[in-house]
């Protein structure tokens, strides 16, 4: 997967309707499904079941971000762009939707944009961590390695068992020179389970970069 290091996995979390009608109970299930696949790597299963699901809940801004999620993975930009697009329509304050957008901008290449849109996550969510992580992406594109470091930290912070967080917090500590910071958060990647831990040593060596 394209940079598969530095995509922020958003996690998402379903919410009760209130209604206690059996069938909104049935298509959070649905949902609940389809995440687990695709948390558990199983993204064309996950891709599948929320396609078919958007068809008949076109107002579910959970299964469009979802959906988005699947197509980030499976690198295809322009649906996860439309699918992003869908879930802010219903929702304007979906954080996740909202940085997935973000996400699907800086693949574009469109730096400044993904920013303005991960920065519009943190004011609809101060909390949300992977919001600010995804501006360590950013400014290690830029090579403002201090602002790297320094919302990395933040991001860290709010969420200290995410995997993702800790795996680009590792790197932006070596692109700023801290070899110290470096080689602590890649230690916490590992111990949170990062799946590509040979990723992020490939960086650390030398022999990859995240820098344009």
Not at 104 to 132: C, D, F, H, S, W
Not at 163 to 183: K, M, R
């Amino acid at each position: 997967m394209k940079n598969s290091f530095l995509i922020v996995v958003l996690f998402l979390s379903l919410i009760s309707c209130g209604n206690g009608e059996k069938s909104e109970l049935t298509k959070q299930l649905d949902i609940a499904t389809a995440s687990d696949e695709y948390l558990k790597g199983n993204v064309d299963t996950a891709n599948s079941l929320m396609q078919k699901y958007v068809v008949k809940e076109k107002q579910n801004e959970y299964a469009w971000t979802l959906l988005g999620n699947t197509y980030i993975a499976l690198e295809d930009d322009e649906k996860a762009r439309n699918a992003f697009d869908n879930a802010i329509k219903v929702d304007p304050y979906m954080e996740e939707a909202v940085t997935g957008l973000g996400i699907v901008e800086r693949m574009a290449g469109n730096y400044e944009k993904a920013a303005e849109l991960y920065e519009r996550a943190i004011k609809i969510n101060p909390k949300y961590a992977e919001a600010y992580s995804s501006l360590v992406v950013i400014y290690l594109k830029q090579k403002e390695f201090a602002k790297a470091t320094e919302v990395g930290v933040k991001s860290y912070e709010l969420d200290k068992g995410n995997p993702v967080i800790a795996a680009n917090l590792c790197v932006a500590f070596y692109y700023a020179g801290d070899s110290i910071a470096t080689e602590k958060y890649f230690n916490e990647a590992k111990i949170n389970g990062y799946s590509n831990l040979e990723g992020i040593r490939d960086i650390i060596d030398g022999e990859l970069t995240v820098l344009d």
